[in-house]
């Protein structure tokens, strides 16, 4: 007798739908839409060890989809991806094997383009070193902060995606900022309902801007584009947001730009190690004008729901464009 780990799921016939393993735990309320329109193997179900051997869809949160797994997955078409960022799925095996992924871009835009808003504000008004010098006992005087002033600064958006449009927006009505933006890929005429100027190059962004915030994803190209150069041709009192990934500021480069005062103080939702620790990033938390978050950019109730449903939609419109019902374990 074959062992549970690899005995195939129950089949879907009576039900009449795909199936799909989750290999996360998701919202409830996606958890509960994804079992109305699929057979769904959750990862308490023990037929969900065996995955790879007979998965034709899955829905991921956070787990890794690595070339091993896409290799032992013979029968896999696609993959519905909660979030924006698919970097722990291996892209490049997936389009090998005609594999689609599907993420969620826009659906988080709003909450992270409002904790780009929330970081820039805390820096501008030394939010985090006023905090805890009173919760140290000190006694603050206003004669001793000397925040900025964002009204009217010239915001620098990188990547003129949903997310970077909805910063620029927020910044623009809140704010009346200029806004200066930069991307290379985009194309001409994007934002043509948002007062901008659009620059060709990323210096002619960073020597004007007061705020410079960060909206691509990491890839080699992105990698450390932002390094100590760049830096060096900021402002001195320029604030830098990441909300982004982790990479694409060089953080070494970045605790020399403060060493040396070259940039006012940085905002990170990201980091080259996540979750950030003490251990790797105390060196730079001595600087009293950085905030540090452990990418929680996405991390509201709504959004999570949000982003849930809408990897579950678009994995089930993809399905249903195929026409595909899974019977025994064949697609007719």
Same mark, same amino acid.
């Given at each position: 007798?074959?062992?549970?780990?690899?005995?195939?799921?129950?089949?879907?016939?009576?039900?009449?739908?795909?199936?799909?393993?989750?290999?996360?735990?998701?919202?409830?309320?996606?958890?509960?839409?994804?079992?109305?329109?699929?057979?769904?193997?959750?990862?308490?179900?023990?037929?969900?060890?065996?995955?790879?051997?007979?998965?034709?869809?899955?829905?991921?949160?956070?787990?890794?989809?690595?070339?091993?797994?896409?290799?032992?997955?013979?029968?896999?078409?696609?993959?519905?991806?909660?979030?924006?960022?698919?970097?722990?799925?291996?892209?490049?095996?997936?389009?090998?094997?005609?594999?689609?992924?599907?993420?969620?871009?826009?659906?988080?835009?709003?909450?992270?383009?409002?904790?780009?808003?929330?970081?820039?504000?805390?820096?501008?008004?030394?939010?985090?070193?006023?905090?805890?010098?009173?919760?140290?006992?000190? &006694?603050?005087?206003?004669?001793?902060?000397?925040?900025?002033?964002?009204?009217?600064?010239?915001?620098?958006?990188?990547?003129?995606?949903?997310?970077?449009?909805?910063?620029?927006? &927020?910044?623009?009505?809140?704010?009346?900022?200029?806004?200066?933006?930069?991307?290379?890929?985009?194309?001409?005429?994007?934002?043509?309902?948002?007062?901008?100027?659009?620059?060709?190059?990323?210096?002619?962004?960073?020597?004007?801007?007061?705020?410079?915030?960060?909206?691509?994803?990491?890839?080699?190209?992105?990698?450390?584009?932002?390094?100590?150069?760049?830096?060096?041709?900021?402002?001195?009192?320029?604030?830098?947001?990441?909300?982004?990934?982790?990479?694409?500021?060089?953080?070494?480069?970045?605790?020399?730009?403060?060493?040396?005062?070259?940039?006012?103080?940085?905002?990170?939702?990201?980091?080259?190690?996540?979750?950030?620790?003490?251990?790797?990033?105390?060196?730079?938390?001595?600087?009293?004008?950085?905030?540090?978050?452990?990418?929680?950019?996405?991390?509201?109730?709504?959004?999570?729901?949000?982003?849930?449903?809408?990897?579950?939609?678009?994995?089930?419109?993809?399905?249903?464009?195929?026409?595909?019902?899974?019977?025994?374990?064949?697609?007719?």
């Amino acid at each position: 007798m074959a062992p549970a780990a690899t005995t195939p799921p129950p089949s879907p016939r009576a039900l009449n739908r795909p199936t799909v393993y989750l290999l996360d735990t998701f919202h409830p309320q996606a958890t509960a839409r994804a079992e109305s329109l699929f057979n769904c193997i959750h990862p308490s179900d023990p037929a969900h060890r065996s995955w790879r051997e007979h998965a034709r869809y899955l829905l991921v949160r956070g787990s890794h989809v690595t070339a091993e797994d896409v290799a032992s997955a013979p029968h896999l078409r696609a993959i519905g991806k909660q979030g924006v960022g698919i970097e722990k799925i291996d892209a490049a095996a997936c389009a090998a094997k005609g594999i689609k992924v599907f993420n969620t871009p826009g659906v988080n835009a709003r909450a992270v383009a409002e904790l780009v808003v929330s970081l820039t504000t805390g820096l501008a008004r030394q939010i985090r070193p006023i905090s805890v010098r009173i919760d140290r006992g000190e &006694i603050i005087k206003k004669e001793q902060c000397n925040g900025l002033i964002l009204h009217r600064c010239t915001v620098g958006v990188i990547g003129m995606g949903n997310i970077g449009k909805t910063v620029a927006r &927020i910044f623009r009505g809140g704010y009346e900022s200029n806004i200066v933006a930069y991307d290379p890929y985009m194309a001409q005429g994007a934002w043509e309902d948002l007062p901008h100027k659009r620059v060709q190059n990323l210096e002619d962004l960073l020597s004007v801007s007061d705020v410079v915030t960060i909206h691509v994803p990491l890839t080699p190209e992105t990698r450390g584009l932002i390094g100590i150069e760049e830096m060096r041709g900021m402002k001195r009192n320029a604030l830098l947001i990441n909300t982004a990934r982790g990479g694409i500021v060089d953080e070494a480069a970045l605790v020399q730009a403060l060493d040396e005062g070259l940039i006012w103080g940085a905002g990170l939702d990201c980091h080259e190690q996540e979750p950030p620790t003490k251990d790797r990033y105390e060196r730079l938390w001595q600087h009293q004008n950085i905030i540090s978050l452990p990418h929680v950019g996405a991390a509201t109730a709504q959004t999570q729901m949000e982003t849930a449903l809408a990897a579950v939609e678009r994995l089930h419109t993809y399905v249903q464009s195929r026409e595909t019902i899974e019977v025994n374990d064949v697609v007719v």
